[in-house]
């Protein structure tokens, strides 16, 4: 068994020659055809593997096998690998480039890190500084009561008016017709002078917005009064759909608050615009709290190299009526206080039969920079007649004293964009609660 396998090598030995000086088969095999230097590296280590496990002709077989598959894949290598000469085995593993490719790296732009937000500290969150305006313009929802039962539970009267939208213009056109059986004005108003007869007029809006409310004229000691008045609104039909409409019955008083005697609320997405109509709805109460006393535009300007602050006065709207016919006279009062002391007061021309005047008009003071960080406006709304002392309206009060975060806010940035005017607009309030909160208020009477 020796001798066959021994034979078996020899001839192995004499087709494959690795050329070197190893054995005696060199010489003689030197005119032979030489194979692929890869090839007999294969050769070689497959003898040392015969050697060392006694293999017999089923091994040179699989060996042989092996030599085929080992052929293939060594011819795929580039021969560049090898070292001409030497002959040496070691593993030749072709080395990819994977490093990425970059497109557009020329127009790469450079990412900025997001700064983090600055949460506010428990000392730069107050109460004062909650603007109750944005909560109360949100109609509350009624008790869901049918109209028979709001009229018997609340006892207020009935409110009659239409509705119809131009889809051409684009125009909502409101109707106030009339009311009957509204309550006497002593089980409402306790302090009003006149206690068996009222003085009803309307105030129509689209809730949410306030801004662009209208009212109706005043009807004379009526607890049934007819006003058969048409009122527009320029809104799209898509957006109307999203409003509610808010009709509020008062009592207009010369010498007290207007009292609110009840409204009606009446989402528009339940009602066919189109075809429009005419409806009666029952009077709830409403928020007595609540007063309007009409908004002024204001805009402010300090020169720090003239020393001289300017005040523009340039509208108001939905001045609160104080003349029972008619619109009112209004005209407005700038005073400048310095800490606690009023120093000088100017007024606006007056404006005729108007609740919306328009003024476009603008006084000045001559101030130093040390002295505008002490000093307060006290802007006051009146009402003018010829016959008798003018009707005080409203108030609002700018500066060091200001009489709220609206005022705080418009004084702030005055002073921080000096040489440009800052306009803001700012809901009138009455002399009591600016007094409560400014002293400069108290000290203009």
């Not at 052929?71 to 480039?97: A, E, L, Q």
Request: charged share 25%; with cysteine.
């Amino acid at each position: 068994m020796f001798a066959k396998s021994q034979k078996v090598l020899e001839k192995v030995l004499e087709v494959i020659c690795c050329k070197q000086d190893c054995c005696d088969c060199f010489q003689a095999n030197k005119t032979k055809p030489q194979l692929k230097p890869d090839i007999q590296h294969t050769f070689r280590e497959s003898l040392s593997r015969l050697d060392s496990t006694g293999s017999n002709t089923d091994s040179v077989r699989s060996y042989r096998e092996r030599h085929d598959s080992d052929n293939s894949r060594t011819d795929s290598v580039s021969s560049s690998s090898f070292v001409s000469g030497d002959y040496k085995h070691y593993k030749c593993t072709p080395v990819i480039d994977m490093k990425p490719i970059e497109f557009w790296a020329a127009n790469r732009e450079s990412v900025q890190p997001k700064p983090k937000r600055r949460l506010p500290s428990e000392s730069e969150i107050s109460i004062e500084n909650l603007q109750r305006d944005l909560y109360d313009n949100e109609p509350v929802d009624e008790p869901c009561l049918t109209d028979e039962q709001k009229l018997a539970q609340y006892q207020l009267g009935q409110l009659h008016f239409g509705l119809q939208y131009e889809v051409s213009s684009k125009v909502l056109v409101v109707k106030i017709i009339e009311a009957k059986d509204l309550p006497p004005p002593f089980s409402l108003d306790e302090n009003k002078q006149d206690m068996a007869h009222s003085n009803p007029y309307c105030k129509i809006s689209l809730l949410p917005d306030q801004k662009n409310s209208q009212q109706t004229t005043v009807q004379r000691k009526s607890q049934c009064p007819m006003w058969n008045e048409y009122f527009m609104y320029e809104i799209s039909y898509k957006e109307v759909h999203m409003r509610t409409l808010e009709v509020i019955v008062k009592d207009f008083d010369k010498y007290s608050r207007h009292c609110i005697i009840g409204r009606v609320l009446l989402p528009l997405s339940n009602v066919n615009l189109i075809k429009g109509g005419h409806m009666w709805k029952p009077l709830s109460p409403g928020n007595t709290e609540r007063q309007d006393l009409g908004e002024i535009l204001l805009s402010l300007n300090y020169l720090p190299s003239a020393g001289r602050l300017n005040i523009d006065v340039m509208k108001a709207k939905q001045l609160l009526q104080t003349d029972l016919v008619g619109g009112s006279d209004p005209f407005v009062k700038i005073t400048l206080v310095h800490f606690e002391k009023p120093i000088k007061t100017k007024k606006t021309s007056c404006k005729k039969n108007t609740l919306d005047p328009v003024f476009n008009e603008s006084v000045s003071f001559n101030l130093t920079p040390q002295q505008l960080d002490n000093t307060s406006l006290v802007v006051s709304a009146w009402d003018h007649n010829s016959k008798s002392r003018d009707e005080f309206v409203g108030r609002v009060v700018i500066g060091k004293y200001g009489s709220g975060p609206h005022e705080f806010t418009h004084w702030n940035r005055m002073l921080q964009s000096q040489r440009c005017p800052v306009a803001q607009w700012h809901s009138l309030r009455t002399r009591q609660d600016c007094d409560q909160v400014s002293p400069a208020s108290i000290a203009v009477p």
